[in-house]
T-cell receptor, first 115, second 112 residues
Framework: KAGVTQTPRYLIKTRGQQVTLSCSPI?????VSWYQQTPGQGLQFLFE???????NKGNFPGRFSGRQFSNSRSEMNVSTLELGDSALYLC??????????????FGPGTRLTVL | SQQGEEDPQALSIQEGENATMNCSYK?????LQWYRQNSGRGLVHLIL?????REKHSGRLRVTLDTSKKSSSLLITASRAADTASYFC????????????FGPGTRLSVLP
């Protein structure tokens, strides 16, 4: 079974631009979560999508948005990029059912650098 | 401050020794999970312990959970150089969804 894939793996953007990151979950998984990892803030939850609906949202500004398609693939978008958005963005998929007991499978991440 | 916090922040040991990492959290949880991350890569799930469990084993890993103290520990026995990585505990709050809260992690270095 293929793992979680994320594209692109590396991205360089300039301040003010916008970016779209893509995540393909493991086949059969309906939940996709996004995390931002920085040296200063560590791993922070961005949002989770389940069956094309945003089910949970972290404490990030509205510049960060996402969506999920009917095949469970997900995209996240960051508009008006700031230097502080430079981070490793990790996507995780899980079955997503039940009361938060599911193991999450992580992709390799997209490293975003904002200049 | 964060829901989960690992201790120590960094740990350096010799191959063959045991490594113990601790995690403390603040609110009620449904379960607690430990993950490993090799430098700059995705996270790998190690073990999940439910709130009604006290101890769990998986190979060379042993995890304990003390809900009265809101703490968990991860023990890696007979460590190997390949165990060098960052280790994170993630708590899942007592609700639906997959919004894991990760601690800052423990950086483990196993020296050959």
């Amino acid at each position: 079974k293929a793992g979680v894939t994320q594209t692109p793996r590396y991205l360089i953007k300039t301040r003010g631009q916008q970016v779209t990151l893509s995540c393909s979950p493991i086949s059969g998984h309906r939940s996709v979560s996004w995390y931002q990892q920085t040296p200063g803030q560590g791993l922070q939850f961005l949002f989770e999508y389940f069956s094309e609906t945003q089910r949970n949202k972290g404490n990030f500004p509205g510049r960060f948005s996402g969506r999920q398609f009917s095949n469970s693939r997900s995209e996240m978008n960051v508009s008006t990029l700031e230097l502080g958005d430079s981070a490793l963005y990790l996507c995780a998929s899980s079955l997503g059912v039940g009361k938060g007991w599911n193991e999450q499978f992580f992709g390799p991440g997209t490293r975003l650098t904002v200049l | 401050s964060q829901q989960g916090e690992e201790d120590p922040q960094a740990l350096s040991i010799q191959e063959g020794e045991n490594a113990t990492m601790n995690c403390s959290y603040k609110t009620s949880i449904n379960n607690l999970q430990w993950y490993r991350q090799n430098s700059g890569r995705g996270l790998v799930h190690l073990i999940l312990i439910r709130s009604n469990e006290r101890e769990k084993h998986s190979g060379r890993l042993r995890v304990t959970l003390d809900t009265s103290k809101k703490s968990s520990s991860l023990l890696i026995t007979a460590s190997r150089a390949a165990d060098t990585a960052s280790y994170f505990c993630a708590t899942v709050l007592d609700n639906y969804g997959q919004n894991f809260v990760f601690g800052p992690g423990t950086r483990l270095s196993v020296l050959p």
